[in-house]
């Protein structure tokens, strides 16, 4: 017994002691430590170190005497960096640590060596797309992974901006910033979460919810239900994920799997409120019924609603809610304004939103259903946004031809929807412009830089430019929000390399839907402009022209890509798939001879070839003459 007692003591003792030991374990050295250049400021980036004990990291910067001295100590949930220098040739060289919650630190890194520069176009693009990428990854809530509402909202995230930040990881693994293991490791825990945990309303998720409980935070007095346009912006993002994670491993499979039960979740008939109906209706409550009563109806920025609502395999709506009910009243324009037409909607086009939201993974290009060509809508609805500020019939400090774009955002007064003539208080909102990229990639890319270089951090911060500012008022927004942020990173990648786009579009259900709206093609956007940044790129040209029987298509590219060249005719129907393969670097000659696929000529008129290589689309039109 006195043995037992004695081994007893002993074992405690033993363990007391061991447990006292101090840690003296460093944690692991920091991982792909790098640094971006930019013109006024630069970053330092590094992968997140997630060991348990991680208290934080160390950044050292190298003095003039060549050491590296203790510059910064780091929150633990950092994994970025910017300094704002303001000026070019400015940075230095660094190096970074982590240290533990006791103190022990991490071997250094290599150095970085970093200096602001002159960026070129395609470094604004980078620039932009990497910081806005934080708020929807590291700024993201850190138990659903779901776009907070607002920078300092705390608990309370969104449905519709984590449906625009859901396509902001996936561009966010494109480019590098995140490897697809952490990607995909971050989408299958929102997903996890938007099945398992959040509440739903008949399938339908509510405007807000707590990223920790998954209940409801009601949006006002009434709206403390479902809300179907938030859940459509919601919808249109996972199923572009859906598609992009089509790897055969179990994190991709279990997210293909939980995209198509939420997606199938979905009630579109539950808020038609009546069969007979062919209204869509906003908002349901459990508590208040249909006392919101707010029904959706066209042109604003709701039309991904319909059509989701026609696409679903288990809960679709007749054909009828899109003709009768989306585009029932008051939906056809037909002016011009500063010399652009808009085809829809209300005069000068209203808030930019517009042709935003219902785009992130619908592409406009090459179809049109009854009412217009939504490339073309959004492309003139941007272009006479511009064209009002250069006017400025307000007189408003800071407009310009450069300094531009009129939306929903924060303003000096508190927030509004900001459009031409009808709400214009000098408020400037760069995710106005910046996201209409697709549409005017010219116009929006003198725009970043006209910003930045103009207001500097007063405009840009850590997560991209801030929401909005107005010179008058010598007002600076500080705020950050999902539903402005999102459409900037998207935007801008749909424009370099329609990734969002052709992931959504290749969902097997869109054919259907697109049926079921009545979009046929429509090629009548070629001959407006060539989308896409063509730096190094020639517009191509074919030679004769006219010509019969035959004739020459030319372009160059600055490297060699894989390309496409389809000839459409004036009705939009696909004549020709000319070409499908790798092009080489520099000249590119491909000879028409004047007939269809089935190696028929065809008929004299007017013809309209695409080419489409690395992202960009590069457009002609040709005359067969006989």
Known sequence: MKKMIYTAIFLIVFHVAI???????????????????????????????????????????????????????????????????????????????????????????????????????????????????????????????????????GETVTTGGTGFGIGAILVGIERGFISRDLGKDHIVKMFRFLKNTADKFHGAFSHWLNGTTGRVIPFSQYDDGGDLVETAFLVQGILTARQYFDANDPVENEIRQLATQIWEGVEWTWYQRASFLSDLYWHWSPNFGWQMNMRIKGWNEAQIIYLLAMASPTYGVPKRCYTQGWAGNNYTNGNTYYGYKLFVGQSYGGPLFFAHYSFQGFDPRDKKDAYANYFLQNKHHTLINRAYCIANPYNHPGYNENCWGLTASDDHTGYGAHAPYSNDNGTITPTAGISSMPYTPTESIELIKYLYRTYGSQVWGEYGFKDAFNVR?????????????????????????????????????????????????????????????????????????PFNPSTTISFMLPERSEARIVIYDTSGKVVRNLFAGSAPEGENRFEWNGKDDFSSTVPSGIYFYRIMTGGKSLNGKMVLQK
């Open 473 to 545: 008022n010598n007002w600076y927004a500080s705020s950050y929000l999902a539903i402005d942020q999102g459409p900037i990173i998207n935007g801008i990648e749909n424009h370099r390399t329609g990734l969002l786009w052709n992931k959504f579009m290749s969902n097997p259900e869109v054919p259907a839907m697109l049926d079921s709206a009545g979009f046929v093609p429509d090629p009548s956007d070629v001959n407006e402009h060539n989308p896409g940044n063509l730096k190094g790129y020639e517009i191509p040209v074919n030679f004769p022209n």
């Open 19 to 153: 447990k006292g030991q101090p840690d003296v374990t460093a944690p692991q050295k920091p991982q792909n430590f790098e640094g971006f250049s930019n013109e006024k400021h630069i970053d330092l980036e590094w992968y997140p170190n997630q060991e348990a004990d991680l208290g934080g990291y160390k950044l050292y910067k190298r003095d003039t005497a060549g050491v590296y001295k203790l510059y910064l100590n780091l929150a633990k949930e950092k994994s970025f960096l910017s300094l704002y220098y303001g000026a070019l040739q400015k940075g230095g060289s660094f190096k970074l640590s982590a240290v533990d919650g006791t103190g022990n630190e991490s071997p250094l890194t290599d150095s970085v060596d970093v200096l602001t520069k002159e960026c070129s176009d395609e470094e604004f693009m980078d620039m932009v797309q990497r910081a806005t990428f934080r708020y929807f990854y590291d700024y993201a809530h850190p138990v659903s992974k779901l776009a907070r509402e607002r920078l300092g909202s």
